[in-house]
């Protein structure tokens, strides 16, 4: 009798451990389940926002590329990019131009795009003799981007290295954090320089610290030139800010003369043909997040689409 007493008791035990391990394994499958489950529904989120910003892009394409049809019907903008046009102004698709289902959730989420005129700074590509006037940028300094650029011997251009992104020019041996950051008495590199254009800067479009380094402009120049662009209410990057028509009106308008003059002839232009959009999608009250840019060119005849110069797309996490 005690002997199958403890024969039940040791199955009784048994049977609860046995319980127990399935009642864990089940719990660990649901929290399996239950994670692959966020992680599925994040993947989808993830996936429309880029698709989201994406598409944000292409909009600000079409956007770029009615810039100059635009433009054909005021010939006073025509081959002039200035920042009171349209393509300045940065857009929310969900507030402006029926774009998505209305059904679907977009409370505190957003889809915009923004345009970025490329040729408001120097091209580190294309070093005119303007960068010898640079002071963030040594004789030495200047001598390594000649070199990585191929400007030299025959023997230096078989091994031409473009630079693909601003941040690449931090690493040229001469190049001090300094330099690059900048401080009170200067502009940072990071802050005048990019990758795109064609190495003449746009007048319009160009920040007061750009404008302040190119050789013989002083602060009143500097100034004439803000003034005239932020049009009647003073203030730049609004839609009443006016452009010159070319470097011709510049002159004129502002009664430039002697080496000021002489300045902007060899380094400026008003218009541009390099941009760059950048998209961004946000989900689920900006909990998933994503980016895309893309930089064109544009062609000066019309019948020719943008040329894709480069492509980027960032999926900035939750």
């Known amino acids: 009798m005690r002997a199958r007493n403890e024969e039940s008791g040791f199955v009784l035990i048994c049977v609860i451990w046995v319980v127990a391990l399935l009642t864990v394994i089940t719990m660990g499958f649901n929290h399996r389940a239950r994670l692959d489950r966020k992680a599925a529904v994040y993947s989808l989120d993830r996936d429309l926002a880029m698709a ?15 810039k100059y049809l635009k433009d054909l019907l005021d010939p006073n903008q025509v081959f002039s990019t200035h920042l009171g046009q349209d393509w300045a102004r940065e857009t929310n698709l969900l507030q402006d131009g029926e774009y998505f289902l209305p059904q679907e959730n977009f409370d505190n989420d957003g889809v915009w795009f923004y345009i970025e005129d490329m040729e408001r700074r120097f091209n580190v590509n294309q070093p005119r003799d303007i960068f010898e006037h640079l002071p963030q940028i040594s004789t030495g300094a200047l001598r390594n981007i000649h070199h990585r650029l191929g ?43 990019t990758t795109e254009g064609s190495g003449f800067i746009n007048i319009n479009t160009a920040a007061e610290e750009v404008l302040m380094s190119i050789p013989n402009f002083s602060q009143k120049i500097v100034d004439r030139v803000l003034g005239f662009r932020a049009g009647g209410d003073g203030v730049l990057n609004t839609p009443d800010d006016r452009g010159f028509r070319d470097i011709e009106d510049v002159l004129k308008t502002l009664a430039i003369e002697g080496r000021s003059a002489e300045a902007i002839k060899r380094y400026c232009t008003c218009n541009s043909n390099y941009f760059k959009i950048t998209g961004v999608a946000t989900r689920r009250q900006g909990k998933v997040r994503a980016q895309c840019a893309a930089v064109i060119r544009l062609d000066t005849d019309f019948n020719y689409p943008p040329q894709l110069i480069s ?6 996490g939750a």
């Open 311 to 316: 492509w980027e797309e960032t999926p900035l």
């Open 151 to 193: 400007f030299g011997g025959k023997e230096v251009l078989l091994v031409r290295q473009p630079f693909q992104a601003v941040e690449e020019v931090r690493f040229i041996r001469g190049i001090s954090e300094e330099d690059w950051k900048g401080d009170d008495d200067k502009p940072g590199l990071r802050t005048i320089l």
């Open 52 to 66: 989201q910003a994406r598409g944000a892009v292409q909009r600000g394409m079409v956007e770029v590329r009615n």
